[in-house]
């Protein structure tokens, strides 16, 4: 927390993405930091010790949103992380969520009504 107001990093290479994520988040009370690439949100990450991670599943490189969640886990198994998706329903045959550690998944585009609850739930549980 920062200000009182959860920080939420949401990592995708998409701007509209990252558009979009900020003005629901802020307008909601909630702090965004960005990231543009897997490399930039493990820096980012490291830095800014959010409470809850968004990450996209394809960014600069197939994996990319993978391996970034591998490592985050490592640094703080307990961070919620949601991975953010526009394959729809095929995304499990490519990832296992619970190898994986997350949170959850969210299909672009963000619908902020279903963001807004899912994030509040997590949210809810890191504070118990």
């Known amino acids: 927390m920062k200000e009182g107001k959860f920080v939420i990093l949401c990592v995708d290479d998409d701007p ?13 009370g909630f702090l965004m930091e960005e990231a543009r690439s897997a490399e930039e949100g493990l ?24 391996n970034l969640v591998k490592e985050i886990k490592l640094i703080d198994p ?24 997350l949170a959850g998944v969210l299909q672009k585009p963000i619908d902020p009504p279903s963001f807004l609850s899912l994030l509040r739930a997590k949210l809810a549980k890191k504070g118990e």
Do not use: H
């Open 16 to 28: 509209d993405i990252l558009l979009t994520s900020r003005t629901v988040l802020e307008a909601n």
């Open 43 to 66: 820096e980012t990450f490291k830095a800014v010790r959010p409470d809850l991670v968004l990450v996209d599943l394809m960014m600069e490189e197939v994996d990319a949103g993978k």
């Open 78 to 101: 307990d961070v919620p992380v949601l991975m953010l998706s526009s394959v729809g329903n095929s995304l499990s045959q490519s990832v296992d969520y619970q190898d994986l550690g």
